[in-house]
Structures are given as C-alpha cells and as structure tokens.
C-alpha cells in the first residue's frame, strides 16, 4: 500500500489549502483514511478521518473549518483547510488501516501512513 500526500504549501492566515492523499496498491473503498499533523517538537495529532461509507470525524482544533473528504473513482482523499491559523503549522500526514475498521482517532489505529506535506500558515 501506498500512500502520496500533496497540497502543502505556505499560505497566510486565514487563508485555505486542500490536501490530496493517493493511494495505490490495494482496493480503496473499504478502508478508513485518517489525517494527522505533527508540529516541530510536538507528538503526532489526529486531525480528520473519514470511514468507507463516508463518515467523518474531526479533532476540536479544526471542526468547522477542515472537511475531509474521498473519492472512491480516484482512490483519493482530501482535506480542505480553510481559515487556517499559524498553529495549523505542521507536517501532515494521511494514513490508513491494513484491515477494513472504523476510524480511529489514535495513530495505533493506523498501519499505512504516507510521507508528509508540509503545510506552512504565516501570522
């Protein structure tokens, strides 16, 4: 299993970025897709997931402002970033499950986690 995230970039604050997460490698529709972040000098967080019928899960921190989302056709998931603040600061990471489950919002819940795109928020 495979996984390529992409979409990170510099933005100012208050602005938006969408994260893409493709994978490859196995079937796509049936497994959970999770996204985390982790900050210079911070643990890995959880920050979105989304189950394979389509149900979501997001952390306080961004509730209201992220939407993931997949696309089953393309094998890809996606995490819309609007109204981004400077501690949206961080490596972020999607990640999935080696065997069909609900989501989970720790990182033990994951088995597959692609490279991180680093996504930069300036003040």
């Known amino acids: 299993v495979q996984l390529q995230a992409s979409g990170g970039g510099l933005v100012q604050a208050g602005g938006s970025l969408r994260l893409s997460c493709a994978a490859s490698?196995?079937?796509?529709?049936?497994?959970?897709m999770g996204w985390f972040r982790q900050a210079p000098g911070k643990e890995r967080e959880f920050v979105a997931a989304i189950s394979w019928n389509g149900g979501t899960h997001y952390a306080d921190s961004v509730k209201g402002r992220f939407t993931v989302s997949r696309d089953n056709a393309k094998n890809t998931v996606y995490l819309q970033m609007n109204s981004l603040k400077p501690e949206d600061t961080a490596n972020y990471y999607c990640?999935?499950?080696?065997?069909?489950?609900?989501?989970?919002?720790?990182?033990?819940?994951?088995?597959?986690w692609g490279k991180g795109t680093l996504v930069t928020v300036s003040s």
């Open positions: 990640a999935t499950a080696a065997v069909p489950r609900d989501v989970g919002i720790n990182p033990g819940s994951y088995d597959y």
């Open positions: 490698g196995r079937t796509f529709s049936i497994y959970p």
